[in-house]
């Protein structure tokens, strides 16, 4: 089993930058990709951006490009979401997920592990 925890949300004024993090733990995925996503009150969960873990290839949708960065960090374990220029729309729960499936995908469907999820609250 693979166990991934998310940390760093809280509250920002627009314009500002917060950085999640996502750590993970338990079973070692083969070629896997680790990814977050985003899920605003009443609306779909979204994808967000993900990333190939051992070529660090990167993915992003078209609402965070050039504002958000995907990083990892082998020695840690960890994956960040480097946010800036951040807007009230951006305001979700934010959940990290990992997946051994090929390529970058961009539907929650082919991600198995998750974490619960961390909180951003963007103030306009």
């Known amino acids: 089993q693979v166990q991934l925890v998310e940390s760093g949300g809280g509250l920002v004024q627009a314009g500002g930058s917060l950085r999640l993090s996502c750590a993970a733990s338990g079973r070692t995925l083969s070629n896997y990709a680790r990814a977050w996503f985003r899920q605003a009150p009443g609306k779909e969960r979204e994808f967000v951006a993900a990333?190939?873990?051992?070529?660090?290839?990167?993915w992003y949708a078209d609402s965070v490009k050039g504002r958000f960065t995907i990083s990892r960090d082998f020695a840690k374990n960890t994956v960040y979401l480097q946010m800036t220029s951040l807007k009230p729309e951006d305001t979700a729960v934010y959940s990290c997920?990992?997946?051994?499936?090929?390529?970058?995908?961009?539907?929650?469907?082919?991600?198995?592990?998750w974490g619960q999820g961390t909180q951003v609250a963007v103030s306009s």
């Open positions: 990333i190939r873990w051992t070529f660090g290839n990167t």
């Open positions: 997920a990992a997946t051994d499936f090929a390529g970058l995908p961009r539907t929650a469907a082919y991600y198995p592990y």
